[in-house]
T-cell receptor, first 114, second 117 residues
Framework: AQSVTQLGSHVSVSEGALVLLRCNYSSSVPPYLFWYVQYPNQGLQLLLKYTTGATLVKGINGFEAEFKKSETSFHLTKPSAHMSDAAEYFCAVTLNTGGFKTIFGAGTRLFVKA | GAVVSQHPSRVICKSGTSVKIECRSLDFQATTMFWYRQFPKQSLMLMATSNEGSKATYEQGVEKDKFLINHASLTLSTLTVTSAHPEDSSFYIC?????????????FGSGTRLTVV
């Protein structure tokens, strides 16, 4: 069965520190992988995506993620956290099984300390 | 880029009344839109897939008579919560994608906070 696991429901980092949000997936077909960010009382905004090609993808706001097929992972990183990065982050997998179906992870709330 | 507008952003209604939420794709035609429900501090739960010109496809456990979905045009889908009760209070989010691009990510509306009193 397809699934998405985000390790850590909460992650806290200091401002300027490395951000690492973990995502592992399970899929029987080649997945499309996404990271979305959600600010309080708002919808989701696409941060970055992997579909094909280069496995290291860069997104908005300085975030990037690397698709590692052997590890079935798609971890999100940012070299230096800003206070404005505090939000909820969702990893998602879209599978094309005759139609597109998206599965979301449970989310990771990022706290940034001054 | 693609923009999805959702309205209203917040609504408070009395128990037993119905509430309609609109989801519009502003600069593209969306043959398919998705409706999600999000409980506090939880992930998104797909409620239904809205298909233009046909009946919506509901996920298991979602009452189709309670959550009425209409996708009458290529740019508008509506979710009507009928006979709302306090347990229907939640954050509802729609998303859409241009035809054939479902594998390239969705554009989400800004969400609707429904409070039933």
């Amino acid at each position: 069965a397809q699934s998405v696991t985000q390790l850590g429901s909460h992650v806290s980092v200091s401002e300027g520190a490395l951000v690492l949000l973990r995502c592992n997936y399970s899929s029987s077909v080649p997945p499309y992988l996404f990271w979305y960010v959600q600010y309080p009382n708002q919808g989701l905004q696409l941060l970055l995506k992997y579909t094909t090609g280069a496995t290291l993808v860069k997104g908005i706001n300085g975030f990037e993620a690397e698709f590692k097929k052997s590890e079935t992972s798609f971890h999100l990183t940012k070299p230096s956290a800003h206070m404005s990065d505090a939000a909820e982050y969702f990893c998602a997998v879209t599978l094309n099984t005759g139609g597109f179906k998206t599965i979301f992870g449970a989310g990771t709330r990022l706290f940034v300390k001054a | 880029g693609a923009v999805v507008s959702q309205h209203p952003s917040r609504v408070i209604c009395k128990s037993g009344t119905s509430v309609k939420i609109e989801c519009r794709s502003l600069d593209f035609q969306a043959t398919t839109m998705f409706w999600y429900r999000q409980f506090p501090k939880q992930s998104l739960m797909l409620m239904a897939t809205s298909n233009e010109g046909s009946k919506a496809t509901y996920e298991q456990g979602v009452e189709k008579d309670k959550f009425l979905i209409n996708h009458a045009s290529l740019t508008l889908s509506t979710l009507t919560v009928t006979s709302a009760h306090p347990e229907d209070s939640s954050f509802y989010i729609c998303s859409a994608t241009e035809p054939g691009t479902g594998g390239y990510g969705y554009t989400f509306g800004s969400g609707t906070r429904l409070t039933v009193v």
